[in-house]
């Protein structure tokens, strides 16, 4: 018989059972998804990075055309993206639907280097780019969801955004660096990016295992099909969150406007526009996990809604007068902070009010109903330069985003009534 030589020790052996069971966990696959992640966002931000200030200084692009351009890389994967939820679903496949997501996306930077510098061309390859992305997400984020357990989903959710993030810090910095020793050298940038894609691709292929599906008896027997996914919208919680960040998406204008804006304002040298991506994914990256178990504890929902309010602090920013370098540094911060508080945590606020069954599929109507709204919103707001000026499509989305907070916030609150 053993015996208790000090109450402390029993005191300390309690709390230490106790911290590792409160303690969020995060699995051997979040850990490799997001491994993949960071590679291929290497990848695709080194090309996002230089992508903007390309098409519209060296190619002579409009901002209404750079807003079509933009607005298919952010809603071209919608539909996509929908079709890689369902299939993976009904497959009970998601790894397999995600590879071939990744392989169309690294097969498209090699593209980009025989395309030339056409209208047509250019965006082609983006909307299959985008396809390749649309295909992947919803079952990579299905994936992530069935290998945490629900109250630690915004940790996981966190944890991946970080990783991925890191992706998209050191991407700019890597098409800074090739651009900075070869100048206009597109063509080899795009070389290197595929190679970073390809590193990308063997992490899941050769890596990353299907996750085993947690025993349900109210799991259906039959295939999932598409009508059972859109019923998701009949739900209570699950449309409020659908109906909010529809609506937020409406007034997001992308990064790639903000940067040119910030550009604009500073008139800083050219060869730095790639740095503004970095300063935004070194934020994100460093508060995506602490902001995820934040959103785990008080509620996903405020996390949320705090995040478009700091986009909407960025708005304020780029509208009021110039403050240079220190104004650049705020507005680069509460945007990656922004990133931080809404990307993972819409995720981890779907998973948690959809069924396995039905887990990819769920994520990409989200992620489908965002998608599309931003692609609207980089058009209008490419229209409203082009023909307003810069101050008044900010001063417009600056309106339609109050307005959107608090049609969002009542969207939410009514669900959880």
Partial sequence: MYRIESSGALLRAHRALAS??????????????????????ISSEMVVAVLPLYLVTQLGFTPLQLGIVDGLYQGAAAFVRLAGGYIGDRRRRHKGVATIGYGLSAVCKLALAAVGSAFGSITTIVMIDRAGKGLRTAPRDAMISLSSRREDLGTAFGVHRALDTTGALLGPLVAFGLLALAPLAFDSLFIVSFCF???????????????????????????????????LLRGGRFRGLFVAATVLGLATTSDGFIYLALYRSLDFDATLFPLLFTGTALTFMLLAAPVGRLADRVGRGRVMIGGYVLLLGVYATLLGPSAGVPGMVVALFMLGAYYAATDGVLMAFGSAHVPEALRGSGLALLGTAV???????????????????IETALAIFAGALVIAIAIAAIALRSSRA
């Fill in 20 to 41: 590792r069971r409160t303690r969020p966990r995060v699995s051997r696959t979040v850990l490799l998804l997001g491994i993949c992640s960071l590679l291929t966002d």
């Fill in 197 to 231: 894609a390809i590193a990308g691709l063997g992490v899941i292929v050769l890596l990353v295992r299907e996750p085993e599906r947690r025993p349900a008896p109210a799991e259906p027997a039959e295939p999932v099909r598409m009508r059972a996914a859109l019923a």
């Fill in 371 to 389: 998608s599309a709204a931003r692609l609207v919103a980089s058009v209008v707001f490419g229209a409203l330069w082009t023909w307003q000026g």
